[in-house]
């Protein structure tokens, strides 16, 4: 933007000099250099503290679908990038080996069942001991909880998608695959397709006046030549480089990284938001209220960055 201004200028002075509205003296000719010099202090500068500018990506929470028992795959009921609703089944997990538990439980809990009424009723008629009772009470109980956990286990062999969105990473998945619940081992990616977060990265030196209510455009790579207004929703607490984790070791000197702070965004077309793919990405542009003609320029320069995103892929 700087460039194109200055070119701006130096055609207007050479226009004046041809015309003789104005002398070629030394003074006119470095007045191209003054002229950036004031562009920079008076614009430029207070442009990234007033109007500053990042990257924005768009992100959303993926879950990483593991089987909560572990089995074999017998069917496999979606496809790759294909949109499920919440409750949908993903795919079916062998259900004999869970059945086999649940029958064997129903068959003690029905025996111990006989047993207990066996030993109240000796009890009743004071004829049994009392650590009989007990002890039937309690195999009876045991067998209600062991029962109640194989049913639970033998529900969970049918996998399902957690709420709507969009699973993928299927491809790998097959009938006679064996999954586990171990949550290093998933077995398909699930996309949450109910709310896109856009975030903007921001330089810490630029942070100072950005505020939750404020103003914001985005240009995004996707959709050259257009500009999409937003607002600043919060302003993260911090960075994975301010995080500390409990290790039982002295403090350590870590590399001097002044990494960028992050902004979330709320877009004002909602449904636009909506359609938009995670890592979705471009430029955003943030204004406070102060330095309303350096917003002016940073108005020009995310909407030039809009046209330029028609020939620049990255």
Known sequence: MILVLLLVYVGLLMLAIKFNLIKPTLFWKLSPILWVVFLLIALFIPLQFWAPGGYIRIVQPTVQIVPNVAGEVV??????????????????????????????????????????????????????????????????????????????????????????????????LRPGARVVAVPLRQSMAFVDNSKRIVVAQIQQIYMRYIETGQPAEIAFKMFPGKVYTATVESIAPGTAQGQISPTGLLPAAVPEVHGPMFVRLKMDDEAFAASLPAGASGEVAIYSPKGKPAQIIRKVMIRMAAIKNYIVPN
């Open 75 to 172: 069917e496999i009921m979606v496809q790759a990038n294909q949109r499920v609703n919440k409750g949908d089944v993903l795919y079916q997990i062998d259900k004999l080996p869970f059945e086999a538990v649940v029958d064997k439980l129903q068959a003690e809990l029905e025996l111990n069942n006989i047993i207990y009424k066996q030993q109240k009723d000796l009890d009743d008629k004071k004829l049994g001991r009392k650590v009989d009772l007990d002890t039937a009470i309690s195999n009876l109980d045991s067998t209600k909880a062991e029962l109640e956990g194989a049913n639970y286990n033998l529900h969970e062999t049918t996998v399902r998608a957690p709420a709507d969105g969009i699973v993928t990473n299927v491809e790998a």
